[in-house]
């Protein structure tokens, strides 16, 4: 007896067209999105392999499949050793003041520069506040010292023309951490207001017109219309945010520690340059940056899981 398949009122009639012919009539938008794709399956999938020298004793004479394998061997001693609860601390501190002090600042900054009308004056300082971000970390680090430092820092020879002491800003660990955040504040700020400007930029006009009418303030326009507008934006960013909590810059951090703030200056990626760059012991470093890779994971897929909890739309 013969199947029959019940069609539901809507459904086309029309055979679907196979993969390739689909690739075929969509040739060229396959053809645009063939770079990028090339480019993540060569430097974001094949490099994945490598993940077994971290539960290899890697030689690289012997190669990734001839070296020997210890299994979680390099975990055990990564989370039985004492410097790795400094590290773990170090690298959560400066994260934390990172979410906490960096993360809100291009939002804020992003809705002043949307609340300018003068379009010219608008565009000037944008040019300024992105400037920063195309300076290298050595310029930044220069800069702080010329800055900070106790012998020819500006700050604190205008501190001793006043009459007060110097303060080691480079050398107490009291103040590294929040160091490191006001330079990626002054860095970094003024780039990060590119995606909220461009989320600012499609909320319909008219939503403003009808708040005018009703006679909101410029505040209430923007604490009702504007953040609301761009609060997914902000979700998913945070989200991914989250996601570097393991991660550390650092080009950043190698810059600005010196043996008076190692204590507070040590933290993973550090750590992988000390261990499996100069001393050579690559399935160490491996093993850390698996480490990293795993909490990253798992810190982005338990906060889209709260966040859909709360009814707002993750990042899948």
Known sequence: MKSTTAIRPGQSLAVRPSLWRNIV???WMYAL????????????YAPMWGLLIAFQDFSPYQGLLASKWVGFSHFT???ASRNFYI???NT???????IVFMFPLPIVLAVMLNEVRHEAFKRINQSIVYLPHFLSWVVVASMTFFLLSTDVGIVNKVLSDYGFESIAFLSEPKYFWGLLTAQSMWKEAGWGTIIFLAAMAGVDPQRYEAAVVDGASRWRQIWHITLPAIRPTIIILLILRLGHMADVGFEQVILMTNPLVTSVSEVFDTYVYTVGILRGQVSVGVAVGTFKGIVGLVLVLGSN???KKMGHEGIY
Do not use: S
Not at 34 to 44: D, M, Q, S, V, W
Not at 92 to 98: E, K, R, V
């Open 305 to 307: 899981y709260i966040v």
């Open 25 to 27: 009539r969509h040739r």
């Open 77 to 79: 001693e990564l989370f």
């Open 87 to 89: 590290m773990l601390r």
């Open 92 to 98: 959560l501190a400066i994260n934390l003041f990172g």
């Open 33 to 44: 999105a063939l770079p990028g794709a090339l480019y993540i399956l060569l430097f974001k």
